[in-house]
């Protein structure tokens, strides 16, 4: 077994401070359960912030990276490969779209879709026409491009100027949309969830306001399903929900189980935005990572997830809600939708607190925003395993009900 404090010490004498991580290292998982190096089992309902789809070590992706591995691990987008040609095939079947580029995280799917987006107007004669409009509370990721798109001040602070042209309106606030957006606006980008923002489904009406909006004045409707993707929301993306098809659209996370893959997805009438030379990546769309993509792809299917993840999240949310009234002076609700459920704490509540204690009781969630508490279980996830979650959370409720008299 692995000397966890020596790890620990290795870890702070070598690691950037950039996470506030607790002093256990993980070692090994099974299903929805982790272990760390002092053999302590952890029920997993965050996923790797909505990752591990099919949960830790499951067989399909094991085989098929296993196979993948001793075939052919890596050439570079210099050639074709095989595994990358038919991930983006079943891609597009799914969603709508019609091309593919494969990156390596959320991140760089944004920021394809980002630099697509301007460059689509350029080719039209319109430099000018290069503004994006995003939403406050947003979450978009941490480069330079989807910092500045991320609609949370925090993220930007002490990194200098923000990319110009980018700017922010309410979440949900279809006319004040309508209000920014402008002959200057090249496109809008929008979570159906927001995830980082506090687990908060778009009202309705709201995507399609949008899709109305962006058709009615020739901006591109960029929708980033990075977090809500891959069936989490009961369907293979959220949008599908609204019968929304937009212009360019970015997954990650969820998409290989676990291996780092990222894509964004763009309609045929953009596509020739960019060409040779303009966007390019060196692990992008690599072997390995595709075919763990392909093996999440079939293992939904097979075990029927995305359906079950519609189930599951419907009996998982009304449990939720119930903490409200149970205990009105800790929790003011519940929302979500499929398995992305966030339980809103009042303003009182520390939610790191209730992290704390859940961790100690051996379950692992994640904090969303200043007072949710967000879950996103794998999609395997049963409904034993929810109910064991569930009861944890009830304790320390309980014991913070308690306390507070």
């Not at 950037?16 to 299903?31: D, F, H, I, N």
């Not at 519940?334 to 961790?359: P, Q, S």
């Not at 379950?363 to 200043?370: N, P, R």
């Amino acid at each position: 077994m692995a000397d966890t404090n020596a790890l620990l010490a290795l870890a702070g004498r070598h690691l950037l401070k950039t996470y506030k991580q607790p002093p256990l290292v993980m070692a090994r998982g099974e299903g929805c359960r982790l272990y760390d190096t002092e053999g302590k089992s952890y029920l997993d309902l965050y996923a790797g912030i909505a990752v591990c789809v099919l949960g830790h070590a499951h067989p399909a992706l094991v085989k098929a990276l296993t196979e993948q591995a001793a075939r052919l691990g890596h050439i570079a987008n210099l050639y074709y490969n095989d595994r990358q040609i038919e991930l983006a095939a079943q891609l597009c079947a799914r969603t709508g779209m019609d091309r593919v580029f494969l990156t390596n995280s959320g991140t760089e799917a944004n920021e394809g879709a980002l630099k697509l987006s301007r460059r689509w107007f350029f080719t039209q004669g319109e430099p000018e026409r290069m503004d994006i409009v995003a939403t406050w509370s947003s979450f978009h990721g941490r480069s330079m491009g989807a910092m500045a798109m991320t609609g949370t001040p925090k993220y930007w602070e002490g990194f200098g100027p923000r990319l110009q042209g980018v700017s922010q309106v309410k979440y949900g606030d279809l006319e004040a949309m309508r209000r920014r957006v402008n002959d200057r606006t090249a496109a809008i980008i929008v979570e159906p969830v927001q995830g980082e923002g506090g687990v908060l489904p778009a009202p309705a009406g709201y995507l399609q306001g949008l899709r109305d909006l962006c058709d009615a004045t020739g901006t591109l409707l960029i929708i980033d399903e990075i977090q809500t993707g891959v069936g989490r929301s009961g369907m293979y993306l959220a949008v599908q929900h609204d019968g929304i098809v937009p212009d360019v659209l970015t997954l990650a996370k969820g998409l290989a189980g676990g291996v780092p893959i990222g894509a964004f997805l763009v309609r045929e009438k953009y596509a020739d935005a960019l060409v040779p030379g303009t966007h390019g990546s060196t692990f992008g769309g690599n072997p390995l990572a595709c075919a763990a993509g392909l093996a999440v792809l079939e293992t939904l299917d097979r075990e029927g997830l995305i359906e079950g993840a519609a189930a599951k999240g419907t009996y998982f949310l009304s449990k939720l809600e119930a903490f409200a009234v149970k205990y009105p002076a800790l929790v003011k609700g519940a929302r979500g939708r499929g398995l992305l459920c966030g339980l809103v704490l009042t303003d009182h509540v520390e939610a790191r607190e209730v992290l704390g204690a859940l961790r100690d009781r051996g379950v692992l969630i994640a904090q969303a925003g200043d007072h949710v508490l967000r879950f996103a279980p794998p999609l395997i996830v049963t409904e034993a395993e929810l109910d064991e979650g569930l009861a944890a959370l009830d304790g320390v409720l309980a014991d913070l009900a308690s306390r507070a008299g």
